[in-house]
């Protein structure tokens, strides 16, 4: 099965910094590597998503890289602001044709005022 | 509808006691997935419909869980015999295609949140 290690558990940066989420997985063949925001007492929302085609992917003030041999993918946010604070968890699925998700164990981030 | 829904959106259970949740997927999502989220925790996988069919039950942690999408539509987790640790929210996740074949790969519902005293 596929293992997802996402580092760190917390972060707090200033408002107008740049976060930086990285997670690892272990199976060679998984192909899709999404990021969730989870707000308190909400449901995860995808924020963004990146398929093993590719190295890199942007939208605004958020990018996701991705590294294959490695096996390890990041978030990146910048220009952070207050609504930015959230848990974001990475997933992969297991496998190519994997139906399922396995998710990274989350990163609380704190963006200060 | 709209969006993926739960009900009941929290549900307290003494131990013991059966309890069933309910997710109402997008309206002709053929895929579902049932996810257990525990306190400060990642979702972990529980259960997977294509249509009608449980193709992937490899997440239950027990036989006291059990699900089912008898109209490949609305689906239900049942839990009998609750016990403390099946304290989570339970989230539901629909997507259109089968596995990963479109973005969004799932939309989450609201999540039940279960306390088993």
């Known amino acids: 099965g596929e293992n997802v290690e996402q580092h760190p558990s917390t972060l707090s940066v200033q408002e107008g910094d740049s976060a930086v989420i990285k997670c690892t997985y272990s199976?060679?063949?998984?192909?899709?590597f999404p990021w969730y925001k989870q707000e308190l007492g909400k449901r995860p929302q995808l924020i963004i998503d990146?398929?093993?085609?590719?190295g890199e992917k942007k939208d605004q003030r958020i990018a996701v890289t991705l590294n294959k041999t490695a096996k390890h993918f990041s978030l990146h946010i910048t220009e952070t602001q207050p609504e930015d604070s959230a848990v974001y968890f990475c997933?992969?699925?297991?496998?190519?044709?994997?139906?399922?998700?396995?998710f990274g164990g989350g990163t609380r981030v704190l963006v200060k005022p | 509808g709209a969006g993926v829904s739960q009900s009941p959106r929290y549900k307290v259970a003494k131990r013991g006691q059966d309890v069933a949740l309910r997710c109402d997927p997008i309206?002709?999502?053929?895929?579902l997935f049932w996810y257990q989220q525990a306190l400060g925790q990642g979702p972990e996988f529980l259960t997977y419909?294509?249509?009608?069919?449980?193709?992937?039950k490899s997440g239950l942690p027990s036989d006291r869980f059990f699900a089912e999408r008898p109209e490949g539509s609305v689906s239900t987790l049942k839990i009998q015999r609750t016990q403390q640790e099946d304290s989570a929210v339970y989230l539901c996740?629909?997507?259109?295609?089968?596995?990963?074949?479109?973005?969004?790969?799932?939309?989450f519902g609201p999540g039940t949140r279960l306390t088993v005293l």
């Open positions: 996740a629909s997507s259109l295609e089968r596995g990963l074949a479109i973005r969004p790969f799932a939309i």
């Open positions: 199976d060679s063949a998984s192909n899709y």
């Open positions: 990146i398929r093993s085609n590719v």
């Open positions: 997933a992969a699925p297991p496998g190519a044709a994997g139906n399922k998700l396995t």
């Open positions: 309206s002709g999502h053929v895929s």
């Open positions: 419909f294509q249509n009608e069919a449980q193709l992937d």
